[in-house]
């Protein structure tokens, strides 16, 4: 019987590519996902194959966390480089995808609740990149309303100036503030009625996690709710490969969490624990949870 092989086949389609350009590319990235001793000289050369074609592997690996990655493969543009390809067809890339789509179908639902009860009401988007979850859902359900005001607030101006344009080109602009601050520190005029903090958890242990948590309850008005996203063991269970990369080319390493430590987090931080919800391929869970 034909041995299976450990790898998938977008992983094997990778491999595959790679091995037409130096056979000795593909020989070292299966000895280092092994765990197996490699050349430096080798590795050096790959790592270097990697930077200088690579658009997503240059950008993730300056900055691991910044929202190029995040944007790259929302956009979903076909790409001519087999790494960058890799990223887009990846379980791991795809799972980022899902993550947006399911936050903005959620979401809605959310600010539904708070207008029954509320004229208007403030969102904050903490760690927002571009804030292209909050601009797809007002441009969709909220373009004519002045009962909501977005708050996108991102320590990369980039991404902001980024937003800024998309919430222009989408018709939605007259109802977010882009502010350019370390959300940590940020001292808002007017307090949230809901918040995000989505793609910013991941690589966070939990004491850290409580900190950050504590310090957003700051932010929040009383029963306000904030919304976490953080990745699961599922994504090392089933796209090993994208982990192994994330953490050999940019050191990448994730704190995967599941409900229990989300609930542990949010309750530690002083709040109460309202719900959770998967994305479909269930590598991100997303917590909900309340001031009191
Ligand atoms: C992976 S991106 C996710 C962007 C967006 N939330 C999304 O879901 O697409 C993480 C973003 O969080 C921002 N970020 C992380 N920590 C931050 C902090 N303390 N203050 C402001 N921005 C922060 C980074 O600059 C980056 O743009």
Redesign the pocket.
């Known amino acids: 019987m034909e041995k299976k092989s450990e790898f998938n086949g977008v992983v094997l389609q990778l491999l595959k590519e790679i091995e037409k350009e130096n056979p000795k590319f593909k020989e070292f990235l299966i000895k280092k996902y092994k765990g197996l001793p490699c050349y430096p000289k080798l590795e050096e050369a790959v790592y270097n194959y990697g930077i200088t074609h690579s658009k997503i592997f240059a950008v993730t690996t300056s900055n691991p966390?910044?929202?190029l990655?995040?944007?790259f493969l929302?956009e979903g543009k076909p790409q001519s480089f087999p790494l960058d390809r890799y990223f887009l067809n990846c379980k791991g890339g795809k799972a980022i995808k899902s993550?947006?789509i399911t936050?903005e179908k959620k979401l809605p639902f959310i600010i539904e609740e708070y207008l029954k009860k509320k004229k208007k009401i403030v969102i904050g988007?903490?760690?927002?990149?571009?804030?292209?979850?909050i601009i797809d859902v007002l441009a969709k359900y909220y373009r004519n309303t002045d009962k909501i005001k977005a708050i996108n607030?991102?320590?990369?101006k980039t991404?902001l100036d980024r937003g800024k344009r998309l919430a222009q080109i989408k018709g939605v602009a007259h109802l977010i503030e882009f502010v350019h601050?370390?959300?940590?520190r940020?001292k808002p005029k007017e307090k949230f009625d809901i918040a995000?903090?989505?793609?910013?958890l991941c690589p966070l242990n939990v004491p850290t996690c409580i900190k950050y948590l504590k310090r957003i309850k700051k932010l929040l008005k009383r029963g306000g709710c904030v919304i976490v996203?953080n990745t699961t063991r599922r994504m090392l269970e089933e796209d090993p490969f994208t982990c192994f990369l994330m953490k050999w080319g940019a050191n990448w390493e994730l704190v995967y969490k599941d409900e229990k430590d989300l609930k542990y987090i949010f309750e530690k931080a002083g709040y109460k624990w309202k719900e959770h919800f998967y994305e479909p391929y269930r590598f991100h869970i997303m917590g909900v949870g309340c001031t009191k």
């Not at 601050?181 to 940590?184: D, K, V, Y």
Request: overall charge negative; glycine content about 14%.
């Open positions: 966390g910044t929202s990655l995040t944007e929302y993550r947006l936050i988007n903490l760690g927002s990149g571009p804030g292209r979850d607030i991102d320590r990369d991404s601050a370390n959300f940590l940020y995000l903090l989505i793609g910013v996203s």
